[in-house]
């Protein structure tokens, strides 16, 4: 872990994240791909708050077990010899180049399965229920599903042997990409075909924050486009088009999930019973 440190992993983190959503926001700003239904401030500040929650969460559970963190569990795999590419004296970049895609695979399952399973859709469910699409969704998550996602990193891990370099750089890759793919930016469309082959695209994960099912249900990729193309999960556009489609879950297009407390409650009060959605309810929502 010395040599790790030895790079800096908290201040590569911190200052990559700062840098992309700094990056992501001012080209927000510079090319808009749709028309906001909402100011940033009470929605911005509630998605901050909630990221911020979440890395104290994160920070407790370090403090109260090690290794609960996901560099720290390669870190100790590798002492240990624990895992398979521990086991494989291959070399040390296509250890890192095969832990980087296993775990992109890894979190991709995990995406899939918290649709699938309702326990921990109602988790997921806070991330889908915000109104607008745009950098700051990246980072809101319910404290809980993120708990949860560092426990299922921690396992496969060590399991993996990954090298604790991998972890870090898998962690920078994911958030920045998810904080590129959740950016509210226009790409060209020649440009946006291109790249999706490789990495998943605004308009490739727009869809995928779509009030209907048939579109929520795709398109779970973060970085890596091949997992929805190969797992046939995979769907192209949204059928009400990226300017006109409505953003959220249909019994919460309103100003609720711009508030705090009301989204880290969300998985614990009864669900209701679907009660339509779509163009109607975006334009009540957006004043129209």
């Not at 769907?235 to 009400?240: A, E, L, V």
């Amino acid at each position: 872990m010395e040599s790790l440190n030895a790079i800096g992993e908290a201040p590569l983190r911190l200052g990559a994240f700062i840098g992309i959503f700094v990056l992501m926001a001012l080209l927000e700003l510079a090319i808009p791909r749709r028309v906001s239904l909402h100011g940033k401030g009470p929605r911005w500040l509630t998605n901050l708050m909630i990221a911020g929650i979440n890395s104290l969460v994160l920070r407790l559970m370090a403090m109260l077990a090690v290794p609960i963190a996901a560099v720290a569990a390669a870190a100790w795999a590798q002492t240990q010899g624990w895992g398979l590419l521990n086991w494989l004296d291959w070399p040390d970049w296509l250890d890192i180049v095969i832990a980087m895609v296993v775990l992109d695979m890894a979190i991709y399952g995990q995406h899939v399965v918290s649709h699938k399973i309702p326990l921990l859709w109602r988790l997921h469910k806070v991330h889908h229920t915000d109104v607008d699409f745009d950098v700051t969704t990246a980072i809101r998550f319910h404290p809980v599903e993120i708990a949860l996602s560092m426990l299922w990193k921690i396992t496969i891990v060590p399991a993996l042997g990954a090298p604790p370099l991998a972890v870090v750089l898998f962690e920078v890759t994911l958030n920045g990409c998810a904080m590129f793919n959740h950016a509210n930016i226009t790409l060209v469309s020649w440009l946006d075909r291109i790249v999706r082959l490789f990495i998943v695209t605004p308009d490739m994960h727009r869809v995928h924050h779509s009030i209907y099912r048939s579109e929520y249900d795709t398109n779970y990729g973060f970085n890596l486009s091949l997992w929805d193309r190969l797992f046939g999960t995979y769907r192209d556009q949204p059928r009400d088009g990226h300017r006109d489609m409505t953003i959220g879950q249909k019994n919460h297009l309103n100003e609720n999930p711009t508030r705090l407390v009301w989204s880290l409650r969300l998985p614990f009060v009864p669900a209701r019973p679907d009660t339509g959605g779509g163009k109607t309810d975006q334009k009540k929502l957006s004043g129209k």
